[in-house]
């Protein structure tokens, strides 16, 4: 039985366009919906969860979903919201992407499921590969006007920016190409919709139109729908960090990082992306919100928004280690609590933190604190001036007070490596011992 998708996403801020009948299509039957991913990296960031999550989205309201893998429109690039052309992509790149992306996919959409409405993951390149330019240009760019391609935004806004050196035929094409991919879809999958960012909508629509104009009757019904781009509430992008994209695998942006990017989002941010990110029903995220707005320097919006998200993407273990990692500057058992951490959950914690590098001889015999704060490393700019704090018995190392006649030995390494240096509640320090 169906649910009322259409509802459900205009709730939660999802639907930017939607193509009359849509919602009516989608309340009738169980209807077949594709996205297109293009595999310009190997890996999808938090961007693309949107419409990973819209697939999700159709899959529980008893649909089927469909999620296209772009290994031929990839070859062209799309110039949906782009300035420039963009370079293209050698066939072994473009082949280790689309890899790397059916990868992704796969850890949230079930493609081995038997449910009727299992989704599936298909390469527009499987179909276009074999596909002649003479019989392209016969079959399919006589059904749409380049007038009509001229009207859409894609095309219009690269044609008259400023010091735009225009659009090559090949981005042209984009357009019939991605149009083509829903007539071939609906043909052999009977796929009635295509949704994407409200950027595609011109692609979309252009799909829609090749559909009807390449069919008759019922067989020539098709619909779009897509949901809002993404922004922040200051008008920065969203998506990014100061290091970059924020990415969906761990081994491009770590789980402590991933999770700290949702903790860090201001409350009008965190209170639009936990409709859009999580699936929270409505009456559990109202009083989320009502909760946070009694308290919000306890930012319980924040914090349910990275649990759910960390947990989506990654896993509850992932996500209980991130909160343990994140909390881990406050533990009263910090030395132990901070040895269960993997290196590179302990460099993310304290990035940015000021390093110094001793040897180990420097620590075999002890290193004295001025040392250690002063002399071996520059932490602080003089003798005097560790010795000023060491009295004001505003020192720690590894969260512990000292005096100045503590001195560093091996039992303060933490992983056998680094020593946490703290002067003040400001100031860290860490001796990363080699």
Known sequence: MTTNLVEELQWRGMV??????????LLKEMTSAYIGFDPTSDSLHIGSLVPIILLCHLEKAGHKPIALVGGATGMIGDPSGKSDERNLLD?????????????????????????????????????????????FARDVGKRITVNYMMAKDSVKKRLSGEGSVGMSFTEFTYQLIQGYDFYHLHKAYDC???????????????????????????QAKAFAMTCPLITKADGSKFGKSEGGNIWLDADKTSVYKFYQF??????????????????????????????????????ALQKKL??????????????????????????????????????????????????????????????????????????????GEARRALKENSVSVNKDKVKEDYSLSNSDLINGKYVVLNKGRKNTFIIVVK
């Open 192 to 218: 009635k919709l295509q949704m994407g960012g409200s950027d595609q909508w011109g692609n979309i629509t252009t799909g829609t139109e090749l559909v009807r104009r390449m069919n008759v009757g019922e």
């Open 91 to 135: 066939e072994k790149t473009l082949n280790n992407n689309v890899t790397g992306i059916k990868n992704t996919l796969a850890r949230f959409l079930n493609f081995d499921s038997k449910e009727a409405n299992a989704p599936f993951l298909v390469n527009n390149y499987d179909w276009m590969k074999d596909f002649s330019f003479i019989d």
């Open 306 to 383: 990275a649990e759910e998200v960390t947990t989506f993407v990654h896993s509850q273990a992932d996500f209980e280690n991130a909160k343990k990692a994140s909390e881990i500057l406050f533990s009263q058992s910090f030395k132990e609590d901070i040895e269960t951490l993997d290196e590179q959950t302990f460099l993310d914690v304290f990035e940015g933190v000021t390093t110094a590098e001793i040897s180990k001889s420097d620590i075999e015999n002890g290193l004295d604190m001025i040392g250690a704060l002063a002399a071996k490393t520059g932490f602080l700019s003089s003798n």
């Open 262 to 299: 949702w903790l860090r989002t201001t409350d009008e941010d965190a209170e639009k992306y936990i409709k859009i990110f999580t699936f929270l029903d409505k009456a559990t995220i109202d009083n989320i919100i009502k909760i946070h707005k009694e308290a919000p320097h306890l930012r």
């Open 16 to 25: 930017h366009d939607i193509m009359p009948g849509t919602e009516e299509q």
